[in-house]
C-alpha cells in the first residue's frame, strides 16, 4: 500500500464550487504538505503543516484553505473554486530537519479540473 | 532562499552516463543541495542531497564544487526508465520547504 494517498485522484468540477482534497499517510511523519503544480512549470507551495496544531502559509495561498485534522491527515479546500486553480496538485510529508534525512515523500497527487 | 539555475532540457543515451549540471551561486552555509525527479506527472521522487562533500547512493553520486556554487548530479548508467525532469533545490531554511524551479527535462534516448 502506498504511504502517501490522495483522494480524489481527478477532479472535474464547476466554477465557484466548493472542493476539498485530502491526503492521508501511514509513514508517522509530523510535517505535511500541499504543492500545486501547472503544466510545464515546477511545484509551488500552497501550505504547510508541522505538527496537528501548526498551519503556515505557503508561496501561493491566496483561495485556499487547510485542515489538519490529525498528524496522518491533512485537507486542502478550495472554497469557490476559479478555473486558473486548474492544476496538479500533489501531497508530501516528511520528518522535522535534524533527522538524517529531511526526504520528502510525494502522493500520486490530483488532477483538478475548474470549468 | 538561493535560487537555482538549470539547463531547461539535455539528451543522454542509454547506458551512459547522465551528468546535469546546477548553478546556485546564493548558497548559504546551512542550505543543503537536494535533488529530486519527477516522472511523467507522477509526485516527485527524491533522489540524493548533501552539503558540501560528494554524496552517493544506489540512484546517483552528486558533486558538489569546493566553493559550493555549483553541483552536478551524475547518473552513471542511465536508462530510458531515468527519462524525467531533474530538480535541483537548495533547503529553504530549516522548515524543509521545497522550492522548485522548472527543472531539467532529461531524455535518455535508446
Known amino acids: 500500500d502506498a504511504d502517501v494517498t490522495q483522494t480524489p485522484r481527478n477532479r472535474i468540477t464547476k466554477t465557484g464550487k466548493r472542493i476539498m482534497l485530502e491526503c492521508s499517510q501511514t509513514?508517522?511523519?509530523?510535517?505535511m504538505y500541499w504543492y500545486r503544480q501547472d503544466p510545464g512549470l515546477g511545484l509551488r507551495l500552497i501550505y504547510y503543516?508541522?505538527?496537528?496544531?501548526?498551519?503556515n502559509k505557503g508561496e501561493i495561498s491566496d483561495g485556499y484553505s487547510v485542515s489538519r485534522q490529525a498528524q496522518a491527515k491533512f485537507s486542502l479546500s478550495l472554497e469557490s473554486a476559479i478555473p486558473n486553480q486548474t492544476a496538479l496538485y500533489f501531497c508530501?510529508?516528511?520528518?522535522?530537519?535534524?533527522?538524517?534525512?529531511?526526504?520528502?515523500?510525494f502522493g500520486p497527487g490530483t488532477r483538478l479540473t475548474v470549468l | 532562499d538561493a535560487k537555482t539555475t538549470q539547463p531547461p532540457s539535455m539528451d543522454c543515451a542509454e547506458g551512459r552516463a547522465a551528468n546535469l549540471p546546477c548553478n546556485h551561486s546564493?548558497?548559504?552555509?546551512?542550505?543543503?543541495v537536494y535533488w529530486y525527479r519527477q516522472i511523467h506527472s507522477q509526485g516527485p521522487q527524491y533522489i540524493i542531497h548533501?552539503?558540501?562533500n560528494n554524496e552517493t547512493n544506489e540512484m546517483a553520486s552528486l558533486i558538489i564544487t569546493e566553493d559550493r556554487k555549483s553541483s552536478t548530479l551524475i547518473l552513471p548508467h542511465a536508462t530510458l526508465r531515468d527519462t524525467a525532469v531533474y530538480y535541483c533545490?537548495?533547503?529553504?531554511?530549516?522548515?524543509?520547504?521545497?522550492?522548485f524551479g522548472q527543472g531539467t527535462e532529461l531524455s535518455v534516448k535508446p
Open positions: 548533501g552539503l558540501k
Open positions: 509513514k508517522g511523519h509530523d510535517r
Open positions: 533545490i537548495a533547503l529553504a531554511g530549516q522548515g524543509g520547504k521545497l522550492i
Open positions: 508530501a510529508t516528511s520528518d522535522p530537519p535534524g533527522q538524517i534525512n529531511n526526504e520528502q515523500f
Open positions: 546564493t548558497i548559504s552555509g546551512n542550505e543543503y
Open positions: 503543516s508541522f505538527d496537528v496544531k501548526d498551519i
